[in-house]
């Protein structure tokens, strides 16, 4: 089982810059990849970015290039997501999403999600 638990979202202006963490916790040992998704009323979620945890390579909707970064500090569990140069069309919740696989020979996959932490971008 692994836990994540996000912080970091809150209310801010067009332009201005949050950063979203997530904590993860249980076997931790066996994920591999880690992505935060978002979801605004009415849409369906959508998968902004995600990292390997073996190699660092990094993945991005075309809506996030330039302007948001994943990052991870694998000693400490922890995801980062840095948002910067915000926009209205950037509110959403924003869900921590961990891919594992361990047992029968590493052969079982899971997907575990964070509870979600609200990002509103308004004047």
């Known amino acids: 089982q692994v836990l994540l638990v996000e912080s970091g979202g809150g209310l801010v202006q067009p332009g201005g810059s949050l950063r979203l963490s997530c904590v993860a916790s249980?076997?931790?040992?066996?994920?591999?990849?880690t992505g935060w998704y978002r979801q605004a009323p009415g849409k369906e979620r959508e998968l902004v970015a995600s990292?390997?945890?073996?190699?660092?390579?990094?993945t991005y909707a075309e809506s996030a290039k330039g302007r948001f970064t994943i990052s991870r500090d694998n000693a400490k569990d922890t995801v980062f997501l840095q948002m910067d140069s915000l926009k209205p069309e950037d509110t959403a919740v924003y869900y921590c999403?961990?891919?594992?696989?361990?047992?029968?020979?590493?052969?079982?996959?899971?997907?575990?999600w964070g509870q979600g932490t609200q990002v509103t971008v308004a004047p």
């Open positions: 249980g076997s931790t040992y066996s994920i591999y990849r």
């Open positions: 990292i390997s945890t073996s190699d660092g390579v990094t």
């Open positions: 999403t961990a891919h594992s696989r361990r047992g029968k020979a590493w052969g079982n996959l899971y997907t575990d």
